[in-house]
């Protein structure tokens, strides 16, 4: 039993005629006889009464009809399911991402890029660089907000803005006195970093070591969370701002350091993306554009 046969049948049973069911349904009147034939052979019942001018349901296709209507509705339903899922699948993508500077603008751009492309919908991947890296290499997501990094085989990349590590010290602070601090000036103080499997945290120590100078990381996390310490000048925060930024929370200074730990963010991708990754990377274009004017 076919899904034709069950619509060329239902449709007999409207039109009660082989010429106007076969018009309707593009298919021969020959082909429509014999599927019907083929459908009541099947059954072991026959369907209609023929004469040559009347067609007419049987007592067993009276009692087959409603059955074969539920059997095309949910047939119908499946399809549309099937379609549905298809939909959703070719429009969501997963967008690896971390809670980082460069995604204090995430959900902005998110809720961007949904408002002006609301057939896609971006999947968020939360984790650690080095995860997200390993996510991307192994291509569980084809779009990740990243670090410029020309290592990571495939990934090619949108710059969104720099990124920048400053010292946060006490207003009362000595050091708050200076235009500048060199790494020097913060041996054996201790310092206040980002955690450690952040990329800036790995910046920060890559540039103690090269300069040979120990450094005492106290504290891993957020910058909000070493700030109570920092006014009360237990230490130093390390943490990375965009660059240009200039605010900071009352009673502490934001001081350059000399030389700079800078480094450029914003969307690491591969070639062979889907519409809704490549519509994605766009907006990410589009948006650094308008940042950096």
């Excluded at 991307?136 to 990124?163: H, R």
């Amino acid at each position: 039993m076919e899904i034709m046969q069950l619509k060329e049948f239902t449709m007999l049973v409207k039109t009660l005629s082989y010429s106007e069911t076969a018009f309707r349904l593009n298919v021969s009147t020959s082909a429509l006889s014999r599927h019907i034939q083929q459908l009541e052979d099947e059954l072991g019942e026959k369907l209609f009464v023929r004469t040559t001018r009347s067609i007419a349901l049987t007592k067993f296709g009276t009692v087959f009809l409603p059955h074969a209507i539920m059997m095309l509705q949910d047939y119908d339903d499946c399809m549309s399911a099937v379609d549905q899922y298809k939909s959703v699948q070719s429009s969501s993508f997963t967008l690896g991402t971390y809670y980082s500077v460069e995604e204090y603008d995430l959900l902005y751009i998110v809720g961007s890029f949904r408002e002006k492309n609301p057939q896609y919908n971006p999947i968020l991947n939360i984790g650690t660089m080095d995860e997200l890296e390993r996510g991307f290499l192994s291509k569980v997501f084809n779009v990740y907000t990243a670090i410029k990094n020309p290592a990571i085989k495939g990934q090619k990349f949108v710059k969104v803005g720099d990124c920048v590590i400053r010292a946060v010290v006490s207003s009362n602070s000595e050091l708050s006195k200076k235009k500048s601090l060199g790494l020097a000036d913060l041996a054996d103080i201790p310092l206040f970093v980002p955690g450690r499997d952040t990329p800036y945290f790995k910046e920060i120590k890559s540039a103690f070591n090269t300069a040979g100078i120990a450094a005492n990381f106290s504290l891993f996390g957020r910058f909000e969370d070493s700030i109570h310490l920092i006014r009360s000048n237990v230490g130093v925060g390390l943490f990375q701002f965009i660059a240009g930024d200039t605010v900071i929370a009352d009673g502490l200074k934001m001081i350059p350091l000399d030389p700079q730990i800078i480094f450029e963010y914003g969307l690491g991708y591969r070639d062979n993306l889907s519409v809704g990754e490549q519509a994605f990377v766009q907006h990410i274009r589009d948006y650094a554009k308008t940042r950096n004017v």
